[in-house]
Structure formats: C-alpha cells, structure tokens
T-cell receptor, first 111, second 112 residues
Framework: DVKVTQSSRYLVKRTGEKVFLECVQDMDHENMFWYRQDPGLGLRLIYFSYDVKMKEKGDIPEGYSVSREKKERFSLILESASTNQTSMYLC??????????FGPGTRLTVT | GENVEQHPSTLSVQEGDSAVIKCTYSDSASNYFPWYKQELGKGPQLIIDIRSNVGEKKDQRIAVTLNKTAKHFSLHITETQPEDSAVYFCAASPWSQGNLIFGKGTKLSVKP
C-alpha cells in the first residue's frame, strides 16, 4: 500500500522559531510537493521538487524553504515562524502516472 | 495563470439522492482534471480523474464530465451514502505530473 507520512500531526511553535516539517514517501516517486490548506482558500502550492536536490517555487514560497537530499524525503522549513503561517500543511508525491498521493497533514499553530 | 472556480461551497443531500459539483477553469492549456475527497483529519485522496481527450469517465457511483469548449467539468455522485460526506476538491493542470491548481472545495453532507 502506497504511503506518504508526515513527521507530526500537530505542532505548536512560538513566533520566531525555526520549524522543520518532514515528509517521507515509500513509492520511489520523483515528484514531491508541499501545500498549505486554509479555510476558504483551498490548497496552495508552496514548493515542489522533481528530483533530488532540485526545488521550484510554487505560488506562495515567501517565508518558506525546502530541502530534498534524498529521493524519499522532502522537508519544509519555516526559517522564522510567524502567526500567519498557522495552517494545515500537506505533503504529496507523484510518479510518472501523475496520480498525487497526499500525506495526512500537519496542523501547525504558531503562537 | 490557471484559476479554478468550484461551486457550490456546501451541498446537503438526502441519502440516495444524487450530488453534482461543478468547476470552471481559465487556462485552455489545462488537460488533466482530478477530483479529490478529503475526510476529516485526513489528506485528500484521488477519487477520479479525466484527461482532455475524454468527455466522460465513470467509476461505479462516481462520474466526471468535461466540456473543454466551455472550460468546465463536473463531478456526479449517484445513490449517495453517509460515507460520501466529505470535502471534495476539483483541480486542473496542463500536465498530470505538474502542479495542480485546486478549487476551494465543496463540503458535501449526506443526511441519512
């Protein structure tokens, strides 16, 4: 069974902290994505990666960075967390067929 | 860039009735249109998708129709059941491996 896992389901951080969100997929997929989901706004793409050590900005990259050192792992980094980054963060991966598999999400609260 | 509009934002139906959710897109280059179902506390899960060379696709109680000329596509769920209650998202993309532009979602409630 295909699987995308995210390191935490719930996370509470303080303003200014550096935050790491980890995503791991076991399907040997080339493509990995980070989205944030907010009520009334749907899913918006933060960053994506088509290969190891490769990254591309999505629609809302400001305040975020990413790292992909291994094919199965894609990390989202909040360099200095702010309250407007309180959100649900969803990781996804896809292979050649294009079918995107999503992880369960990390609900991040920044206080 | 692509923009996807989804309607309605909420939909309530009686068990056994049909439910229809509609989406429009702006970029004529889009040719891949998936639908996702998101249950409470879970990530979105693909339930059906359609590519632009096909006008309709069906999988048991779920069907999707695509009108490329009008740039709209719809999700049809027949014989709804309480377990169909969830948030449904449509999306569009010029290619299946690329970024998806999502609609804002429809919260479907099926009343027993």
């Amino acid at each position: 069974d295909v699987k995308v896992t995210q390191s935490s389901r719930y996370l509470v951080k303080r303003t200014g902290e550096k935050v790491f969100l980890e995503c791991v997929q076991d399907m040997d997929h080339e493509n990995m994505f980070w989205y944030r989901q907010d009520p009334g706004l749907g899913l918006r793409l933060i960053y994506f990666s088509y290969d190891v050590k490769m990254k591309e900005k999505g629609d809302i990259p400001e305040g975020y960075s990413v790292s992909r050192e291994k094919k199965e792992r894609f990390s989202l980094i909040l360099e200095s967390a702010s309250t407007n980054q309180t959100s649900m963060y969803l990781c996804a991966s896809s292979g050649a067929g294009g079918h995107k598999y999503f992880g369960p999400g990390t609900r991040l609260t920044v206080t | 860039g692509e923009n996807v509009e989804q309607h309605p934002s909420t939909l309530s139906v009686q068990e056994g009735d049909s439910a229809v959710i509609k989406c429009t897109y702006s970029d004529s280059a889009s040719n891949y249109f998936p639908w996702y179902k998101q249950e409470l506390g879970k990530g979105p899960q693909l339930i059906i998708d359609i590519r632009s060379n096909v006008g309709e696709k069906k999988d048991q109680r779920i069907a999707v129709t695509l009108n490329k000329t009008a740039k709209h596509f719809s999700l049809h769920i027949t014989e709804t059941q309480p377990e169909d209650s969830a948030v449904y998202f449509c999306a569009a993309s010029p290619w299946s491996q690329g970024n998806l532009i999502f609609g804002k979602g429809t919260k479907l409630s099926v009343k027993p």
